[in-house]
Structure formats: structure tokens, C-alpha cells
């Protein structure tokens, strides 16, 4: 069964872009090989370490979306591990998380809120108010005619 993961790893700072692109490639393939499908790949430029990783300060940051079984995350892992121009990695599973937003969404959704609900403002009285005034000489001119309909006839006798 396929999941969606996310994995992120930083590259050495001293890795030259043409470099960085093939480690990239290579990844993928193995992603794509092993029956598992990339969704993005954003290379997010070379940024600074929040701690000093292997006498490195800064390094390039990689971020790969992926559906994927579990048993090629973890292959991938291992050569993540082993491969020397990753410094660090992480991989975070997000169909979880999809899965608890959709729920929230589900939820506020089914709940009607109060400020979409109709509200009896002064603005709302006037636009109600117009269009009585409007129908009113209609309706006063129809009114004989209604009263002549339903007064009693008087029988002559």
C-alpha cells in the first residue's frame, strides 16, 4: 500500500549544482524503480544550519514528495544513510496528516457559522422596506375593487 511521505535531506555546501541535480536524479529513480511514484522535487537553494553537521554551517536543501510503500522508504533511507554527499536527512509521513485535515475541514464544514448565517441590520430593513413602498399604490389601487367584491349585496325586497 502506497503512502505519502515526504523527505527532505541537505547536501554538502561544497557539492557544485550539475552535482546536486544527479544526486537529485538518482533518488528519484530509485523511487520510481522500486514502485514508488515522485510527486515534486523543489530543490530549496543552499541555506543555513540551524547547528554545525559534520563541520558544515550551511548546505543544499532538498525536499521530495513521494507515494511510496514503506518498504522502499526505508531502502531509501539506508542509502540516504550511506551516501556521502547527504549530510542529514528526515522522512515524515503525510497521509496521516492529510487524513486529520480533511477530518477538521469535515467538521467545520458541517457547521454552519454564525456570521454567514442572515442578520436583520438596518441596511436589510431599508432594501425590505423599498420595494413595500413601491407595491403600495398597487395595492391601494386594487383596494375598492376588493372592497366592492366583498361587501353583502343588499336584497332589494
Known amino acids: 500500500m502506497n503512502r505519502t511521505y515526504e523527505i527532505m535531506f541537505i ?3 561544497d557539492v557544485e549544482e550539475a552535482e546536486l541535480d544527479k544526486l537529485v536524479e538518482t533518488f528519484s529513480g530509485y523511487i520510481t524503480t522500486g514502485g514508488g511514484v515522485v510527486k515534486t522535487t523543489e530543490k530549496m537553494g543552499r541555506r543555513r544550519l540551524a547547528y554545525t553537521v559534520q563541520k558544515f554551517n550551511d548546505g543544499f ?8 510503500p514503506a518498504s522502499l522508504i526505508s531502502e531509501i533511507e539506508r542509502r540516504l544513510r550511506v551516501s556521502e554527499p547527504v549530510i542529514k536527512f528526515i522522512t515524515v509521513r503525510m497521509d496521516e496528516e492529510d487524513k486529520r485535515v480533511a477530518k477538521i475541514k469535515a467538521h467545520r464544514d458541517s457547521h454552519v457559522k454564525r456570521s454567514a448565517l ?4 438596518p441596511e436589510a430593513a431599508q432594501v425590505a422596506e423599498t420595494p413595500a413602498v413601491a407595491e403600495a399604490p398597487a395595492a391601494e389601487a386594487a383596494a375598492p375593487e376588493a372592497v366592492a367584491a366583498t361587501e353583502p349585496v343588499a336584497a332589494e325586497v
Open 61 to 68: 536543501y532538498v525536499l521530495l514528495i513521494v507515494d511510496a
Open 11 to 13: 547536501v554538502r555546501p
Open 118 to 121: 442572515p442578520t436583520s441590520s
